[in-house]
Protein backbone atom coordinates (compact mmCIF):
# COMPACT_ATOMS: atom_id res chain seq x y z
CA UNK A 1 0.00 0.00 0.00
CA UNK A 2 1.45 3.28 -1.42
CA UNK A 3 0.07 6.13 1.41
CA UNK A 4 1.33 9.57 1.42
CA UNK A 5 -0.32 12.92 2.65
CA UNK A 6 -0.77 15.40 -0.46
CA UNK A 7 -2.31 18.14 0.41
CA UNK A 8 -2.78 19.55 -3.83
CA UNK A 9 -5.49 20.70 -4.22
CA UNK A 10 -4.70 23.46 -6.59
CA UNK A 11 -4.88 26.47 -4.22
CA UNK A 12 -3.82 27.23 -0.92
CA UNK A 13 -7.52 28.44 0.24
CA UNK A 14 -8.65 24.79 -1.96
CA UNK A 15 -5.93 22.52 0.48
CA UNK A 16 -7.20 23.90 3.63
CA UNK A 17 -11.01 23.50 2.72
CA UNK A 18 -10.56 19.99 1.26
CA UNK A 19 -7.83 18.35 3.40
CA UNK A 20 -8.85 15.59 6.51
CA UNK A 21 -6.84 13.83 8.49
CA UNK A 22 -6.80 10.32 7.88
CA UNK A 23 -4.65 7.11 8.88
CA UNK A 24 -4.61 3.91 7.72
CA UNK A 25 -5.67 1.30 10.16
CA UNK A 26 -3.18 -0.28 12.15
CA UNK A 27 -0.67 2.81 11.58
CA UNK A 28 2.83 2.55 12.59
CA UNK A 29 5.52 5.01 11.76
CA UNK A 30 7.84 2.29 10.64
CA UNK A 31 5.90 0.73 8.31
CA UNK A 32 4.92 3.91 7.24
CA UNK A 33 8.75 4.99 6.34
CA UNK A 34 10.09 2.11 5.53
CA UNK A 35 7.70 -0.65 4.55
CA UNK A 36 4.99 0.88 2.37
CA UNK A 37 7.33 1.94 -0.75
CA UNK A 38 7.08 0.53 -3.94
CA UNK A 39 10.95 0.86 -4.09
CA UNK A 40 12.18 -0.51 -1.04
CA UNK A 41 16.15 -0.63 -2.83
CA UNK A 42 16.21 2.93 -3.33
CA UNK A 43 18.48 5.01 -0.87
CA UNK A 44 17.17 6.28 2.09
CA UNK A 45 20.07 7.41 3.92
CA UNK A 46 23.07 8.68 2.54
CA UNK A 47 26.17 8.95 5.64
CA UNK A 48 29.09 10.17 5.65
CA UNK A 49 31.91 10.86 8.22
CA UNK A 50 34.75 13.70 9.12
CA UNK A 51 37.17 10.59 7.89
CA UNK A 52 35.57 10.53 4.65
CA UNK A 53 33.82 7.40 4.75
CA UNK A 54 30.62 7.01 3.03
CA UNK A 55 27.77 4.82 3.44
CA UNK A 56 23.99 3.99 1.97
CA UNK A 57 21.29 2.80 3.56
CA UNK A 58 18.30 2.14 1.51
CA UNK A 59 14.69 1.56 2.69
CA UNK A 60 14.89 -2.48 3.31
CA UNK A 61 18.52 -2.12 4.70
CA UNK A 62 17.26 0.60 7.36
CA UNK A 63 14.15 -2.12 8.10
CA UNK A 64 16.33 -5.04 8.63
CA UNK A 65 18.70 -3.55 10.84
CA UNK A 66 15.91 -2.04 13.02
CA UNK A 67 14.45 -5.43 12.51
CA UNK A 68 17.80 -6.69 14.52
CA UNK A 69 17.86 -4.40 16.97
CA UNK A 70 13.76 -4.35 17.80
CA UNK A 71 14.77 -8.22 18.47
CA UNK A 72 17.20 -7.33 20.46
CA UNK A 73 15.64 -4.66 22.62
CA UNK A 74 13.11 -7.66 23.11
CA UNK A 75 15.53 -9.82 24.23
CA UNK A 76 16.38 -7.69 27.09
CA UNK A 77 12.14 -6.83 28.45
CA UNK A 78 11.52 -3.98 26.62
CA UNK A 79 7.87 -4.15 24.87
CA UNK A 80 4.97 -1.76 24.52
CA UNK A 81 5.63 1.33 26.68
CA UNK A 82 8.85 1.43 27.79
CA UNK A 83 11.02 4.27 26.96
CA UNK A 84 14.80 4.02 25.35
CA UNK A 85 16.77 6.88 25.12
CA UNK A 86 19.05 7.60 22.60
CA UNK A 87 21.94 9.43 22.91
CA UNK A 88 23.47 9.79 19.12
CA UNK A 89 24.39 12.11 16.56
CA UNK A 90 24.01 11.99 12.52
CA UNK A 91 24.23 8.19 12.46
CA UNK A 92 22.71 5.48 11.39
CA UNK A 93 22.32 3.88 15.00
CA UNK A 94 19.75 7.05 15.73
CA UNK A 95 17.01 6.68 13.15
CA UNK A 96 17.29 2.90 13.72
CA UNK A 97 16.85 2.66 17.16
CA UNK A 98 14.02 5.19 17.29
CA UNK A 99 12.44 3.00 14.38
CA UNK A 100 12.52 -0.76 16.10
CA UNK A 101 11.25 1.30 19.25
CA UNK A 102 8.37 1.95 17.16
CA UNK A 103 7.84 -1.44 16.15
CA UNK A 104 8.06 -2.71 19.64
CA UNK A 105 5.19 -0.10 20.73
CA UNK A 106 8.22 1.65 22.71
CA UNK A 107 8.92 4.98 23.38
CA UNK A 108 11.91 6.53 22.03
CA UNK A 109 13.54 9.59 23.64
CA UNK A 110 15.98 11.88 22.04
CA UNK A 111 18.41 13.15 23.80
CA UNK A 112 21.40 15.80 22.71
CA UNK A 113 25.25 14.67 22.75
CA UNK A 114 25.46 18.09 24.42
CA UNK A 115 24.03 17.69 27.16
CA UNK A 116 26.14 17.40 30.57
CA UNK A 117 25.54 15.36 33.91
CA UNK A 118 22.83 17.37 35.32
CA UNK A 119 20.35 17.68 32.06
CA UNK A 120 21.49 13.93 30.88
CA UNK A 121 20.47 12.50 34.67
CA UNK A 122 17.12 14.47 35.00
CA UNK A 123 15.60 13.32 31.38
CA UNK A 124 16.85 9.70 31.67
CA UNK A 125 15.28 9.43 35.89
CA UNK A 126 12.21 11.26 34.60
CA UNK A 127 11.44 9.72 31.92
CA UNK A 128 12.23 5.92 33.36
CA UNK A 129 14.06 4.65 30.40
CA UNK A 130 15.21 1.40 30.39
CA UNK A 131 17.67 1.71 27.76
CA UNK A 132 19.96 4.14 26.46
CA UNK A 133 21.47 4.13 23.26
CA UNK A 134 24.86 6.17 23.59
CA UNK A 135 27.15 7.32 21.61
CA UNK A 136 31.15 6.90 22.22
CA UNK A 137 31.40 10.75 22.48
CA UNK A 138 29.06 10.63 25.63
CA UNK A 139 29.64 7.52 27.54
CA UNK A 140 31.97 9.01 30.46
CA UNK A 141 28.57 11.20 30.80
CA UNK A 142 26.15 8.73 30.58
CA UNK A 143 28.35 6.30 33.56
CA UNK A 144 28.50 9.59 35.53
CA UNK A 145 24.31 9.70 36.30
CA UNK A 146 23.30 6.00 35.28
CA UNK A 147 23.77 5.48 39.48
CA UNK A 148 21.00 7.96 39.84
CA UNK A 149 18.87 6.44 37.41
CA UNK A 150 17.31 3.72 38.57
CA UNK A 151 15.05 2.03 35.99
CA UNK A 152 17.92 2.01 33.62
CA UNK A 153 18.79 -1.41 32.97
CA UNK A 154 20.68 -1.01 29.72
CA UNK A 155 23.84 0.68 28.30
CA UNK A 156 24.55 0.33 24.67
CA UNK A 157 27.72 1.68 22.96
CA UNK A 158 27.89 3.09 19.61
CA UNK A 159 31.35 2.94 17.86
CA UNK A 160 32.72 1.84 21.14
CA UNK A 161 35.28 -0.32 20.58
CA UNK A 162 36.18 -1.64 24.05
CA UNK A 163 33.45 -0.23 26.45
CA UNK A 164 33.51 -1.00 29.99
CA UNK A 165 32.61 -4.49 31.22
CA UNK A 166 28.75 -3.32 32.24
CA UNK A 167 28.02 -1.63 28.56
CA UNK A 168 27.30 -3.33 25.47
CA UNK A 169 28.20 -2.34 21.59
CA UNK A 170 25.40 -1.69 19.95
CA UNK A 171 27.10 -3.57 16.80
CA UNK A 172 27.35 -6.98 18.90
CA UNK A 173 23.63 -6.11 20.12
CA UNK A 174 22.29 -6.09 16.83
CA UNK A 175 24.59 -8.68 15.05
CA UNK A 176 23.61 -11.65 14.81
CA UNK A 177 20.02 -11.36 15.16
CA UNK A 178 17.03 -12.25 13.02
CA UNK A 179 16.20 -9.46 10.16
CA UNK A 180 13.00 -9.71 10.03
CA UNK A 181 10.46 -8.90 12.77
CA UNK A 182 6.60 -8.67 13.09
CA UNK A 183 5.39 -4.74 14.31
CA UNK A 184 3.23 -5.09 17.17
CA UNK A 185 -0.28 -3.36 17.54
CA UNK A 186 -0.51 0.30 17.16
CA UNK A 187 -2.20 3.45 15.62
CA UNK A 188 -1.85 6.85 15.14
CA UNK A 189 -2.93 7.55 18.63
CA UNK A 190 -0.53 4.84 20.23
CA UNK A 191 2.72 6.64 22.24
CA UNK A 192 5.45 6.70 20.21
CA UNK A 193 8.43 9.65 21.59
CA UNK A 194 8.48 11.86 24.66
CA UNK A 195 10.61 15.03 23.27
CA UNK A 196 11.89 17.25 26.35
CA UNK A 197 11.63 21.03 26.23
CA UNK A 198 12.70 24.04 28.59
CA UNK A 199 10.41 26.05 30.38
CA UNK A 200 11.03 29.71 31.56
CA UNK A 201 10.62 28.24 35.40
CA UNK A 202 10.67 24.37 36.54
CA UNK A 203 12.44 21.69 35.13
CA UNK A 204 12.21 20.90 31.80
CA UNK A 205 8.81 18.96 30.46
CA UNK A 206 8.75 15.70 28.81
CA UNK A 207 6.19 16.06 25.52
CA UNK A 208 4.72 12.84 24.96
CA UNK A 209 3.69 12.53 21.09
CA UNK A 210 1.80 9.51 19.23
CA UNK A 211 2.44 7.73 16.20
CA UNK A 212 0.41 10.45 14.47
CA UNK A 213 3.17 12.95 15.70
CA UNK A 214 5.83 12.91 12.32
CA UNK A 215 3.21 12.41 9.68
CA UNK A 216 1.41 15.28 11.04
CA UNK A 217 4.89 17.45 9.75
CA UNK A 218 4.51 16.56 6.66
CA UNK A 219 1.64 18.56 5.23
CA UNK A 220 3.69 21.54 6.47
CA UNK A 221 7.08 19.89 4.54
CA UNK A 222 4.80 19.35 1.64
CA UNK A 223 4.50 23.90 1.95
CA UNK A 224 7.96 24.83 2.88
CA UNK A 225 9.39 22.71 0.21
CA UNK A 226 6.82 24.23 -2.24
CA UNK A 227 5.15 20.79 -2.93
CA UNK A 228 7.97 19.33 -5.16
CA UNK A 229 8.80 16.55 -2.41
CA UNK A 230 9.09 14.13 -4.52
CA UNK A 231 13.08 13.07 -6.30
CA UNK A 232 14.48 14.99 -3.91
CA UNK A 233 17.31 14.83 -1.58
CA UNK A 234 17.18 16.79 1.73
CA UNK A 235 19.36 17.23 4.86
CA UNK A 236 19.58 19.44 8.00
CA UNK A 237 22.42 20.15 10.32
CA UNK A 238 20.45 20.57 12.74
CA UNK A 239 21.05 17.69 15.85
CA UNK A 240 19.01 15.13 15.66
CA UNK A 241 18.03 15.52 19.33
CA UNK A 242 15.68 18.47 18.05
CA UNK A 243 12.23 18.09 16.91
CA UNK A 244 13.14 20.39 14.12
CA UNK A 245 15.75 18.07 12.41
CA UNK A 246 13.80 14.88 12.76
CA UNK A 247 9.93 16.09 12.32
CA UNK A 248 11.24 19.15 9.49
CA UNK A 249 13.27 16.57 7.59
CA UNK A 250 14.38 13.45 8.39
CA UNK A 251 11.05 11.41 8.61
CA UNK A 252 8.91 13.69 6.64
CA UNK A 253 11.33 12.99 3.57
CA UNK A 254 11.25 8.97 4.73
CA UNK A 255 6.80 9.38 4.33
CA UNK A 256 7.46 10.61 0.86
CA UNK A 257 10.11 7.89 -0.19
CA UNK A 258 13.05 10.29 -0.63
CA UNK A 259 16.93 10.09 0.50
CA UNK A 260 18.57 12.00 3.87
CA UNK A 261 21.84 12.93 4.00
CA UNK A 262 23.47 12.41 7.33
CA UNK A 263 26.64 13.92 8.56
CA UNK A 264 27.92 14.29 12.75
CA UNK A 265 29.66 17.38 11.75
CA UNK A 266 29.64 18.57 15.37
CA UNK A 267 30.55 22.41 15.61
CA UNK A 268 28.59 23.91 12.51
CA UNK A 269 31.33 24.66 9.29
CA UNK A 270 29.79 26.99 6.31
CA UNK A 271 32.22 25.43 4.36
CA UNK A 272 31.77 22.36 5.08
CA UNK A 273 28.12 22.56 4.33
CA UNK A 274 28.40 23.91 1.47
CA UNK A 275 30.79 20.99 0.07
CA UNK A 276 28.26 18.30 1.84
CA UNK A 277 25.27 19.97 -0.46
CA UNK A 278 27.71 19.84 -3.73
CA UNK A 279 28.65 16.36 -2.70
CA UNK A 280 25.24 14.85 -2.12
CA UNK A 281 23.15 17.14 -4.28
CA UNK A 282 21.21 18.36 -1.69
CA UNK A 283 17.56 20.25 -3.04
CA UNK A 284 16.34 20.99 -0.19
CA UNK A 285 17.85 21.86 3.57
CA UNK A 286 16.60 22.83 6.83
CA UNK A 287 18.80 25.60 7.96
CA UNK A 288 18.36 27.26 11.06
CA UNK A 289 19.03 30.77 11.07
CA UNK A 290 22.46 30.34 13.25
CA UNK A 291 24.15 28.60 10.34
CA UNK A 292 22.42 30.39 7.63
CA UNK A 293 24.41 33.63 9.25
CA UNK A 294 27.15 31.47 9.50
CA UNK A 295 27.53 31.02 5.91
CA UNK A 296 26.90 34.01 4.38
CA UNK A 297 30.13 35.38 4.64
CA UNK A 298 31.13 32.71 2.84
CA UNK A 299 32.72 34.39 -0.91
CA UNK A 300 30.84 33.33 -4.12
CA UNK A 301 29.53 29.61 -3.57
CA UNK A 302 27.84 29.39 -6.64
CA UNK A 303 31.24 29.87 -8.28
CA UNK A 304 33.07 27.30 -6.07
CA UNK A 305 29.99 24.70 -5.20
CA UNK A 306 28.35 23.40 -7.86
CA UNK A 307 25.23 23.18 -5.86
CA UNK A 308 21.60 21.49 -6.53
CA UNK A 309 20.08 23.67 -3.79
CA UNK A 310 16.56 24.48 -4.88
CA UNK A 311 14.84 25.53 -1.33
CA UNK A 312 15.76 26.28 2.30
CA UNK A 313 13.21 26.50 5.51
CA UNK A 314 14.46 27.57 8.46
CA UNK A 315 12.64 27.89 11.79
CA UNK A 316 13.45 28.45 15.36
CA UNK A 317 13.99 31.64 15.19
CA UNK A 318 12.71 34.71 13.41
CA UNK A 319 14.24 35.36 9.89
CA UNK A 320 15.96 38.67 9.34
CA UNK A 321 15.71 40.34 6.02
CA UNK A 322 19.02 39.57 5.42
CA UNK A 323 18.95 36.34 5.13
CA UNK A 324 16.16 36.64 2.72
CA UNK A 325 18.45 39.21 0.65
CA UNK A 326 21.35 36.44 0.75
CA UNK A 327 19.35 34.02 -0.77
CA UNK A 328 17.87 35.86 -3.41
CA UNK A 329 20.89 37.38 -4.64
CA UNK A 330 23.76 35.35 -3.27
CA UNK A 331 21.96 31.87 -3.90
CA UNK A 332 20.44 32.84 -7.09
CA UNK A 333 17.13 32.96 -6.11
CA UNK A 334 16.86 30.03 -3.94
CA UNK A 335 13.36 30.42 -1.56
CA UNK A 336 14.02 30.67 1.94
CA UNK A 337 10.50 29.74 3.92
CA UNK A 338 9.91 29.93 7.78
CA UNK A 339 8.39 27.63 9.44
CA UNK A 340 6.63 28.01 12.89
CA UNK A 341 5.97 25.57 15.77
CA UNK A 342 7.14 24.26 19.42
CA UNK A 343 7.98 20.85 20.56
CA UNK A 344 3.93 20.78 22.05
CA UNK A 345 2.70 21.49 18.31
CA UNK A 346 4.67 21.34 15.53
CA UNK A 347 4.61 22.85 13.06
CA UNK A 348 2.01 25.28 12.64
CA UNK A 349 2.35 28.37 10.48
CA UNK A 350 4.90 28.70 7.51
CA UNK A 351 5.40 29.69 4.06
CA UNK A 352 4.60 28.65 0.44
CA UNK A 353 5.61 31.04 -2.19
CA UNK A 354 4.08 28.40 -5.08
CA UNK A 355 0.45 28.90 -3.07
CA UNK A 356 0.72 32.97 -1.81
CA UNK A 357 3.53 35.39 -2.15
CA UNK A 358 5.87 35.78 1.09
CA UNK A 359 5.79 38.94 2.94
CA UNK A 360 8.92 40.07 4.82
CA UNK A 361 9.21 38.99 8.49
CA UNK A 362 6.05 37.67 8.41
CA UNK A 363 5.90 34.26 9.73
CA UNK A 364 3.32 32.74 6.70
CA UNK A 365 0.16 31.37 6.81
CA UNK A 366 -1.50 28.11 8.93
CA UNK A 367 -0.39 25.06 7.80
CA UNK A 368 -2.71 23.10 6.13
CA UNK A 369 -4.63 20.48 8.05
CA UNK A 370 -3.94 23.13 11.37
CA UNK A 371 -6.63 25.32 12.91
CA UNK A 372 -4.70 28.05 14.39
CA UNK A 373 -5.70 31.45 15.83
CA UNK A 374 -4.92 34.14 17.87
CA UNK A 375 -6.49 33.88 21.03
CA UNK A 376 -7.35 35.31 24.44
CA UNK A 377 -5.12 32.63 26.81
CA UNK A 378 -8.07 33.33 29.75
CA UNK A 379 -11.11 33.07 28.14
CA UNK A 380 -10.11 31.46 24.65
CA UNK A 381 -12.01 33.66 22.57
CA UNK A 382 -10.43 34.10 19.08
CA UNK A 383 -9.24 38.01 18.59
CA UNK A 384 -9.75 40.34 15.59
CA UNK A 385 -7.12 40.58 13.30
CA UNK A 386 -4.49 43.18 14.16
CA UNK A 387 -5.14 42.49 17.65
CA UNK A 388 -2.26 40.85 19.91
CA UNK A 389 -2.43 37.82 21.78
CA UNK A 390 -1.80 34.08 22.10
CA UNK A 391 -0.92 31.73 19.09
CA UNK A 392 -3.01 28.64 19.30
CA UNK A 393 -4.08 25.65 18.03
CA UNK A 394 -6.67 23.64 18.15
CA UNK A 395 -6.48 20.61 19.63
CA UNK A 396 -8.93 18.14 18.12
CA UNK A 397 -8.29 15.43 15.93
CA UNK A 398 -4.95 17.19 15.47
CA UNK A 399 -1.67 14.54 15.20
CA UNK A 400 1.02 17.18 15.88
CA UNK A 401 -0.59 18.61 19.06
CA UNK A 402 1.44 16.22 22.32
CA UNK A 403 -1.01 14.26 24.35
CA UNK A 404 0.58 15.03 27.64
CA UNK A 405 3.68 16.40 29.81
CA UNK A 406 4.94 13.66 30.91
CA UNK A 407 4.03 12.85 34.56
CA UNK A 408 2.72 16.28 34.83
CA UNK A 409 -0.97 16.41 34.80
CA UNK A 410 -1.32 20.11 36.35
CA UNK A 411 0.95 21.11 33.28
CA UNK A 412 -1.10 19.83 31.10
CA UNK A 413 -3.91 20.98 31.91
CA UNK A 414 -3.00 24.60 32.15
CA UNK A 415 -1.51 24.56 28.35
CA UNK A 416 -4.86 24.50 27.64
CA UNK A 417 -8.24 26.77 26.95
CA UNK A 418 -11.70 26.08 26.02
CA UNK A 419 -12.89 28.85 23.90
CA UNK A 420 -17.10 30.41 24.28
CA UNK A 421 -17.49 28.03 21.04
CA UNK A 422 -16.34 24.94 22.74
CA UNK A 423 -12.89 24.48 20.58
CA UNK A 424 -10.11 23.28 22.96
CA UNK A 425 -7.27 25.29 22.09
CA UNK A 426 -3.34 24.45 22.97
CA UNK A 427 -1.77 27.64 24.13
CA UNK A 428 2.11 28.01 22.41
CA UNK A 429 3.01 30.17 24.60
CA UNK A 430 4.08 32.80 21.74
CA UNK A 431 2.67 36.29 21.26
CA UNK A 432 1.57 37.53 17.80
CA UNK A 433 -1.53 38.23 15.81
CA UNK A 434 -2.73 38.29 12.66
CA UNK A 435 -3.19 40.58 9.78
CA UNK A 436 -6.31 40.94 7.38
CA UNK A 437 -4.91 39.21 4.45
CA UNK A 438 -4.57 35.98 7.02
CA UNK A 439 -0.69 36.01 7.38
CA UNK A 440 0.89 35.29 11.13
CA UNK A 441 3.12 38.21 12.72
CA UNK A 442 5.39 36.82 15.99
CA UNK A 443 5.68 39.33 18.72
CA UNK A 444 7.68 37.65 21.95
CA UNK A 445 7.21 34.88 23.80
CA UNK A 446 5.11 35.52 26.79
CA UNK A 447 7.60 33.52 29.08
CA UNK A 448 11.29 33.90 29.28
CA UNK A 449 12.85 31.42 27.25
CA UNK A 450 15.96 32.59 25.44
CA UNK A 451 16.47 31.48 21.93
CA UNK A 452 20.08 30.66 21.18
CA UNK A 453 21.33 29.52 17.89
CA UNK A 454 17.64 27.81 17.46
CA UNK A 455 18.05 26.22 21.12
CA UNK A 456 15.38 27.12 23.29
CA UNK A 457 16.88 26.97 26.93
CA UNK A 458 15.04 27.79 29.86
CA UNK A 459 16.74 30.41 32.04
CA UNK A 460 15.32 28.86 35.11
CA UNK A 461 17.68 25.55 34.73
CA UNK A 462 20.73 27.41 34.04
CA UNK A 463 20.12 29.41 36.93
CA UNK A 464 19.61 26.63 39.41
CA UNK A 465 23.01 25.32 37.86
CA UNK A 466 24.78 28.46 38.39
CA UNK A 467 24.14 28.07 41.93
CA UNK A 468 25.54 24.82 42.64
CA UNK A 469 28.67 26.87 42.50
CA UNK A 470 29.47 27.22 46.34
CA UNK A 471 30.80 30.83 45.64
CA UNK A 472 27.65 32.32 43.98
CA UNK A 473 24.80 33.61 46.59
CA UNK A 474 22.19 34.95 43.67
CA UNK A 475 21.75 34.44 39.74
CA UNK A 476 19.49 35.74 36.85
CA UNK A 477 19.74 34.82 33.51
CA UNK A 478 18.09 36.37 30.37
CA UNK A 479 18.72 36.52 26.64
CA UNK A 480 20.20 39.25 24.63
CA UNK A 481 20.71 39.99 21.03
CA UNK A 482 23.92 38.60 19.40
CA UNK A 483 24.54 39.35 15.53
CA UNK A 484 25.05 35.44 14.83
CA UNK A 485 23.30 33.45 17.29
CA UNK A 486 20.32 35.21 17.36
CA UNK A 487 20.42 35.83 21.51
CA UNK A 488 23.36 34.33 23.67
CA UNK A 489 22.87 33.47 27.65
CA UNK A 490 23.77 36.75 29.75
CA UNK A 491 23.99 35.60 33.33
CA UNK A 492 23.98 38.21 35.95
CA UNK A 493 25.52 37.11 38.99
CA UNK A 494 25.75 37.82 42.73
CA UNK A 495 28.80 36.50 44.64
CA UNK A 496 28.72 35.31 48.36
CA UNK A 497 30.06 37.74 50.76
CA UNK A 498 33.69 38.46 50.36
CA UNK A 499 34.32 36.78 46.77
CA UNK A 500 35.02 38.99 44.43
CA UNK A 501 33.38 38.66 40.82
CA UNK A 502 36.25 38.39 38.51
CA UNK A 503 37.73 36.65 35.24
CA UNK A 504 38.87 33.45 37.61
CA UNK A 505 34.95 33.00 38.86
CA UNK A 506 33.08 33.91 35.63
CA UNK A 507 35.56 30.71 33.74
CA UNK A 508 34.60 27.99 36.84
CA UNK A 509 30.50 29.36 36.40
CA UNK A 510 30.67 29.09 32.56
CA UNK A 511 32.35 25.61 33.11
CA UNK A 512 30.07 24.28 35.68
CA UNK A 513 27.42 24.91 33.38
CA UNK A 514 28.98 23.99 30.38
CA UNK A 515 29.40 20.23 31.81
CA UNK A 516 26.58 19.93 34.43
CA UNK A 517 24.12 21.01 31.62
CA UNK A 518 24.91 21.17 27.52
CA UNK A 519 27.83 22.62 25.51
CA UNK A 520 24.70 25.36 24.23
CA UNK A 521 23.14 26.78 27.70
CA UNK A 522 26.32 28.29 29.42
CA UNK A 523 26.21 31.41 30.02
CA UNK A 524 28.55 33.47 27.21
CA UNK A 525 28.50 36.85 29.12
CA UNK A 526 28.71 36.71 32.55
CA UNK A 527 27.85 40.52 34.59
CA UNK A 528 28.58 40.60 38.49
CA UNK A 529 26.76 42.30 40.60
CA UNK A 530 26.37 43.36 44.34
CA UNK A 531 22.51 42.81 44.33
CA UNK A 532 19.90 41.35 41.81
CA UNK A 533 16.44 43.07 41.82
CA UNK A 534 13.83 40.39 43.10
CA UNK A 535 10.24 40.42 43.89
CA UNK A 536 8.39 40.55 47.80
CA UNK A 537 9.03 36.64 48.14
CA UNK A 538 12.52 36.50 46.76
CA UNK A 539 11.94 35.59 42.85
CA UNK A 540 14.87 37.16 40.35
CA UNK A 541 12.80 39.92 38.09
CA UNK A 542 14.17 39.13 34.96
CA UNK A 543 12.03 41.79 33.35
CA UNK A 544 14.35 44.41 35.24
CA UNK A 545 17.39 42.43 34.28
CA UNK A 546 17.12 42.61 30.67
CA UNK A 547 16.57 46.57 31.21
CA UNK A 548 19.49 47.19 32.91
CA UNK A 549 21.48 44.97 30.32
CA UNK A 550 19.40 47.84 27.64
Avoid at 174 to 191: K, N, Q, Y
Avoid at 252 to 261: E, K, N, R
Avoid at 507 to 521: C, G, P, S, T
Wanted: aromatic letters at 10%.
Amino acid sequence: MTWYITPDHGTYEGAREAFEWGFPEGYNLAWDFLRKHDDLDRPALKQGYPDGRRETYSFRDLDELSNQVANALAARGVGRGDRVAIVVPQKPANPVTHLACWKLGAISLPLSVLFGDDALRYRLRDSGARVVVADEAVLDTVAAVRGDCPDLEHVVAVDAEEPADDVERFEAVRAGRDTAFDIVDTDEETPAVIIYTSGSTGPPKGVLHTHGLWPGHCPAFYMYFERDVFDATYWTPADWAWIGALGDVVFPAWHYGQPVVSYPMGSFDPETAFELAEEFGVTDAFLPPTAIRMMIPVEDPLDRYDLALETVCSGGEPLTPEILDWADETLDGVAVNELYGQTEANLLVTNCRDWFPAQASSMGKPVVGHDVAIVDQETGAELDDGEVGTIAVARENDPVVFEEYWNEPERTAAASVDGPDGTTWHLTGDLGYRDDDGYFWFKTRDDDVIITSGYRVGPGEVERAILEHPDVAQAGVVGVPHETRGEVIKAFVEPVAGRVGDETLKQEIQALVRNDLAKYEYPREIEFADELPTTTTGKIQRRKLRERDD
